[in-house]
C-alpha cells in the first residue's frame, strides 16, 4: 500500500534547493582547473560535431557541381573525397574530446563525493545519542551510500549533459542562421509552439498528479480507519454511509488519476507530431527556396 498521503519520502526535495545547489558547486569549485578543462573540451566537441553537420553542405555542392561539369569521375571523386576525410577528422576529434571531458569529470566526481563523505562522517562524531536514537541505521547509511551516490551522477552525467546541451543549442543555432536564415525562421516558430504546448501540459500534469496523491492519501486514510474500526462500523449500522464515503472518495480519486494519467500520456505524441509537422514544413520551405533559386543559375 502507498503510503498514507501520498508521500514518497525518497523523492523529497531539499528543504532549501538554492543552498544545497551552492554548496556542491562549492565542492565542485575546488577543482577549477580540472573543470576548465572538461569545459574547454565539451567546447571543442561541440565545434567539431557542429563542424562535421556543416561540412556536408560543401560535400553535396562539390558533387552537384562535378556531376554538372561532367567531371565527377576525375575532379569530383577526388574532392568528394578530401571532404570525407575532412569530416572524419571532425567525428574523430569531437569523440576524443568527449572521451577527454569524460575522464576528468569521472575524477573530479569521485573527488568531490569522497570529500563529501569524509565530512559527512566527521559531522557524524559530533552529533549526539539522540539523533541515532531517533534514525534507523538503515537511513543514516544511506546518506553515504544513496544519497551521494546520487550526487555523484549528477556531476558525473547531467551537469555535463546539461552544459553540453546547452553549447550545441547555441551551436546549431548560429549554423542554421548562417545557412539559411529562413528555414531558422520556420524551425523558431515550432520550436515556439513546442515549448508552448510543452510548458502548459506539463502545468497540467502536476497539477492532476497532486491532486491524485492527495486523493490517494485520503483513500488509504478511510480504508485504514474503516478497517481498524469495522467493529463499531458493524455495532452502529454505518455501513453504508462507510461505502458511500468509500466510493465518494474512490471515484474522486479515478477521475483525477485519469486527467493526470491523460496529460502525462500525450506529452510524447504531441511532441512527435510537432516534429513531424515542424521536419515537413522546413523541408517544404527547402524545396521552395531551391526551387526559386534555380532560374538564376
Not at 64 to 79: L, R
Request: proline share 3%.
Amino acid at each position: 500500500m502507498p503510503p498514507m498521503g501520498g508521500r514518497n519520502p525518497g523523492l523529497a526535495k531539499p528543504k532549501d534547493t538554492k543552498k544545497s545547489v551552492s554548496r556542491i558547486m562549492g565542492y565542485i569549485a575546488r577543482s577549477k582547473l580540472l573543470l576548465a578543462v572538461v569545459f574547454l573540451m565539451l567546447i571543442l566537441s561541440t565545434l567539431c560535431q557542429t563542424g562535421a553537420s556543416y561540412w556536408l553542405k560543401p560535400i553535396l555542392n562539390d558533387v552537384a557541381s562535378s556531376i554538372k561539369a561532367g567531371n565527377f569521375a576525375t575532379e569530383g571523386v577526388k574532392q568528394l573525397l578530401i571532404n570525407l576525410a575532412i569530416v572524419s577528422a571532425f567525428y574523430i576529434g569531437a569523440a576524443l574530446f568527449t572521451f577527454i571531458q569524460s575522464k576528468i569529470m569521472v575524477s573530479v566526481a569521485y573527488k568531490t563525493t569522497n570529500t563529501i563523505r569524509k565530512e559527512l562522517f566527521d559531522h557524524l562524531q559530533t552529533l549526539p545519542l539522540s539523533f541515532f536514537d531517533s534514525k534507523t541505521h538503515g537511513e543514516v547509511m544511506s546518506r553515504f551510500t544513496n544519497d551521494v551516490d546520487n550526487i555523484q551522477m549528477m556531476l558525473e552525467q547531467t551537469v555535463v549533459q546539461l552544459v553540453s546541451s546547452v553549447f550545441s543549442f547555441i551551436s546549431i543555432i548560429v549554423m542554421m542562421i548562417v545557412l539559411k536564415w529562413q528555414m531558422f525562421i520556420v524551425a523558431l516558430v515550432f520550436l515556439i509552439i513546442m515549448i508552448v504546448n510543452s510548458v502548459n501540459i506539463a502545468k497540467r500534469t502536476r497539477k492532476y498528479f497532486k491532486f491524485q496523491q492527495e486523493a490517494l492519501g485520503a483513500m488509504n486514510g478511510n480504508i485504514e480507519e474503516t478497517v481498524e474500526g469495522m467493529k463499531v462500523v458493524k455495532v452502529f449500522n454505518h455501513e453504508k454511509s462507510a461505502t458511500e464515503e468509500f466510493d465518494a472518495l474512490n471515484d474522486k480519486y479515478r477521475v483525477v488519476a485519469e486527467k493526470a494519467n491523460f496529460y502525462s500520456g500525450i506529452m510524447g505524441p504531441v511532441s512527435t507530431g510537432i516534429n513531424n509537422a515542424s521536419y515537413a514544413t522546413i523541408t517544404l520551405t527547402g524545396g521552395i527556396l531551391v526551387q526559386s533559386s534555380l532560374p538564376s543559375l
